[in-house]
């Protein structure tokens, strides 16, 4: 019963971590990206001024937040069944990051890095429609984490004790 409860509690808090990361990116995609990617540089108006729109708190904390309890639940699921489904999640995990940071990150910063002008760029706005394509993307890599974490709870953990394997 030890093994099963440990698995558990050390996975639970992973999938609620990762989903909870997923949704701050579909709202991130489907509302602010989907605004400011409309009509640069005249769109970008969201993130200009002293109290601009500016999530990077948000994004510098939760990404880590989800990959620490992704390797605890791990490492608490390790010698169970569930092992090759969290390693899965950690390589999707891991791909989003990497994609956003090497892949989308740049096309972002290009386009909100030209800053709020009252005009709008044809070709800005190709670029703009580049990184929202790409932000779907890096999004359906995060919630691709969250669905395998949420399967691998379907995954019966034995109880350590029935097998003489208990302590």
């Known amino acids: 019963m030890r ?3 440990i698995a558990n509690l050390s996975l639970i808090p992973a999938v609620v971590s990762a989903l909870l990361q997923a949704g701050a990116q579909l709202f991130a995609v489907a509302v602010v990206v989907g605004t400011v ?3 640069p540089p005249r769109s ?5 001024g002293e109290y601009g729109y500016n999530s990077a708190p948000f994004w510098e904390v939760m990404p880590t937040v989800t990959l620490g ?3 605890i639940a791990l490492a608490g699921n390790w010698r169970t069944p569930r092992r090759r489904l ?3 999640a950690v390589a999707l995990f ?3 990051g990497i994609f956003s940071v090497f892949v989308m990150g740049p096309v972002q910063q290009a386009v909100v890095g030209v800053g ?3 005009t709008v ?3 800005l706005r190709v670029q703009a429609s580049r990184w929202h394509l790409l932000d779907w993307a890096a999004w359906a890599l995060t919630l691709g984490t969250g669905v395998v974490l949420a399967a691998s709870l379907a995954v019966r953990v034995p109880d350590a004790s029935a097998t003489g394997d208990a302590p």
């Open 3 to 5: 093994t099963r409860t």
């Open 37 to 39: 990617t409309t009509a």
């Open 121 to 123: 760029d044809e070709a």
């Open 44 to 48: 970008l108006a969201m993130y200009a």
């Open 94 to 96: 891991i791909a989003a």
């Open 86 to 88: 969290l390693l899965a």
């Open 69 to 71: 309890l992704l390797i």
């Open 116 to 118: 709020y002008r009252d």
